[in-house]
């Protein structure tokens, strides 16, 4: 994790996107689907939402698996 690089939780707008950055802080990885289950979205919201934390640098893939973590110090 970049520790250089961090965010607020209460800068983000998305309710469901700040939940999946506070389960990720908390739980510090998770699987893809377990995050969707966890946060009570559909498939396709959920997809939607991870996706584009990934595309803004907040979280990352860990390796070759469906395991994402922070990319960013979440505070």
């Known amino acids: 994790m970049n520790k250089a690089q961090s965010i607020q939780l209460e800068s983000i707008d998305d309710p469901k996107e700040k939940e999946i950055l506070a389960l990720l802080k ?3 990885e998770c699987i893809y689907g377990e995050i969707i289950k966890r ?3 559909s498939y ?3 997809k939607e939402l991870i996706f584009s934390l990934i595309s803004k640098g907040y979280i990352q893939y860990i390796g070759r698996t469906t395991k994402l973590k922070l990319a960013i110090e979440v505070i």
């Open 44 to 46: 396709s919201k959920g």
């Open 26 to 28: 908390e739980d510090e």
């Open 39 to 41: 946060t009570n979205l």
